[in-house]
């Protein structure tokens, strides 16, 4: 059951469906707003994450979403109880790949890595009451910082390079969206579609686990977090990352890229059936290699590339036909990265799979 007030949701859970509902309900409702296509994935999985949690241990419990403002920006906050067995050894709990259940472990310490603020409480016997909060909002005066002696191009270029890791700025110098959606009878799905500014630019992922369901979803969730902690610039280190966290899996595709706010050159790495391509003056398609993370025989090729101001770099995974990049490429030139992913998404994605796509337009 679902309680909806002006900015907070509040939920019954009891069944894996009902886990399934509250983390899409969560991921694209109005209290929400102002987050990223990102921010919003991470909160679903944290719904999820700690859903999943409370039907496997407790049987039953609730969780209440919330958004608070304050002088510092906006956050979601997230609580979760139930008055299951509790937990002995807290510590030991939220340590990676700790489960009692026979699964990846990767429950609690994944949504205390995602959170910016975490609190954990039970007693055994009693229950377990989890608080997770994440900032979707940052009110910063960053962008309005002052250089004395600079002037004109070099004020310009040393603002950018100093706001470059900022939200503020990556909205002004990057376009990004990202569409994702489980294959027919699903809830939950095996593919991602990541985003983060780090390095003076933007880096892309695209992920697609092994199979369906929850089983593909638990796979990609481990390595969404290994993504977003340890993302740079460096795509070869972050590949082999992702590779060695799935050692021990199902295995997973994946597609990375790297884009440099100031100058537009991009680099590419693959593995596996994902795709990337650039839409606008120039043609270039990524080439992934054969294989699969955590299958201990990765081979890379490292690609790069440049797009012209305006210019689309396109990631998806194999449920999306290579067959539609003509029709999406035809109206790249006038649409905005959401859009493009939307209608990529409805009118391409195949039913009987995981799809997702990842658009940026790069507008110095």
Same mark, same amino acid.
């Given at each position: 059951?679902t309680t909806a007030q002006?900015d907070?949701?509040?939920?019954?859970?009891?069944?894996?469906?009902?886990v399934g509902?509250?983390?899409?309900?969560v991921?694209?409702?109005?209290?929400?707003?102002g987050a990223?296509?990102?921010d919003r994935a991470?909160?679903?999985t944290m719904?999820s994450e700690l859903g999943?949690n409370i039907?496997k241990?407790?049987g039953?419990g609730t969780i209440q979403?919330?958004?608070?403002?304050?002088?510092?920006?906006?956050s979601?906050?997230i609580e979760?109880n139930?008055n299951?067995p509790?937990?002995?050894?807290i510590g030991?709990?939220t340590s990676?790949?700790?489960?009692?259940g026979?699964?990846?472990?990767?429950g609690l310490?994944?949504?205390?890595?995602?959170?910016d603020d975490f609190?954990?409480?039970?007693?055994?016997?009693? =229950? *377990?009451?989890?608080? #997770?909060v994440?900032?979707?909002v940052?009110?910063? +005066?960053?962008?309005?910082?002052s !250089?004395? /002696?600079?002037?004109?191009?070099a004020h310009?270029?040393?603002?950018?390079?100093?706001v470059?890791?900022?939200?503020d700025?990556h909205?002004?110098?990057?376009d990004t969206?990202?569409?994702t959606?489980?294959?027919?009878?699903e809830l939950?799905?095996?593919?991602?579609?990541?985003?983060?500014?780090?390095?003076?630019g933007?880096?892309?992922?695209i992920l697609?686990?092994?199979?369906?369901?929850?089983?593909?979803?638990?796979?990609?969730?481990?390595l969404?977090?290994?993504?977003?902690l340890?993302?740079?610039?460096?795509?070869?280190?972050?590949?082999r990352?992702?590779?060695e966290?799935a050692? =021990? *899996?199902?295995?997973a #595709?994946a597609g990375?890229a790297?884009?440099s706010? +100031?100058t537009?050159?991009?680099? !590419?790495? /693959?593995?596996?059936?994902?795709r990337?391509a650039q839409?606008g003056?120039?043609t270039?398609r990524?080439?992934?290699r054969?294989?699969?993370?955590g299958?201990r025989?990765?081979?890379i090729t490292?690609?790069?590339g440049?797009?012209?101001?305006?210019?689309?770099?396109?990631?998806?995974?194999?449920?999306?036909?290579?067959?539609s990049?003509?029709a999406?490429?035809?109206s790249?030139?006038?649409?905005?990265a959401?859009?493009i992913?939307s209608?990529?998404?409805?009118d391409?994605a195949?039913?009987?799979?995981?799809?997702a796509c990842?658009v940026?337009r790069?507008?110095?």
């Amino acid at each position: 059951m679902t309680t909806a007030q002006l900015d907070s949701l509040f939920f019954r859970v009891s069944t894996s469906s009902d886990v399934g509902r509250s983390a899409v309900t969560v991921s694209g409702h109005a209290l929400l707003r102002g987050a990223s296509d990102i921010d919003r994935a991470l909160i679903g999985t944290m719904v999820s994450e700690l859903g999943t949690n409370i039907v496997k241990y407790a049987g039953r419990g609730t969780i209440q979403v919330s958004r608070r403002e304050d002088d510092a920006g906006v956050s979601i906050e997230i609580e979760a109880n139930d008055n299951g067995p509790g937990i002995a050894d807290i510590g030991q709990a939220t340590s990676d790949h700790f489960s009692t259940g026979g699964t990846l472990g990767l429950g609690l310490p994944s949504v205390r890595r995602m959170a910016d603020d975490f609190e954990l409480t039970s007693t055994p016997g009693v =229950g *377990t009451r989890v608080r #997770a909060v994440k900032r979707i909002v940052h009110r910063s +005066l960053r962008d309005s910082t002052s !250089y004395p /002696g600079l002037s004109g191009a070099a004020h310009l270029e040393r603002s950018q390079r100093t706001v470059v890791d900022d939200a503020d700025a990556h909205a002004r110098l990057f376009d990004t969206a990202a569409r994702t959606r489980p294959r027919d009878g699903e809830l939950v799905s095996g593919d991602r579609a990541l985003s983060l500014a780090c390095d003076g630019g933007m880096l892309l992922g695209i992920l697609d686990a092994s199979g369906h369901g929850t089983s593909a979803n638990n796979v990609a969730a481990s390595l969404e977090e290994c993504f977003q902690l340890e993302g740079s610039s460096d795509l070869e280190r972050l590949i082999r990352r992702l590779d060695e966290t799935a050692w =021990g *899996t199902i295995g997973a #595709a994946a597609g990375l890229a790297f884009v440099s706010a +100031l100058t537009g050159h991009f680099r !590419y790495v /693959g593995v596996g059936n994902t795709r990337a391509a650039q839409m606008g003056t120039a043609t270039w398609r990524g080439i992934s290699r054969d294989g699969l993370l955590g299958a201990r025989r990765l081979s890379i090729t490292l690609q790069d590339g440049q797009l012209a101001p305006r210019d689309v770099l396109m990631l998806w995974t194999d449920g999306i036909p290579e067959s539609s990049q003509h029709a999406r490429a035809a109206s790249a030139t006038y649409r905005t990265a959401a859009e493009i992913a939307s209608k990529t998404i409805t009118d391409f994605a195949r039913g009987y799979d995981d799809a997702a796509c990842l658009v940026l337009r790069w507008r110095p």
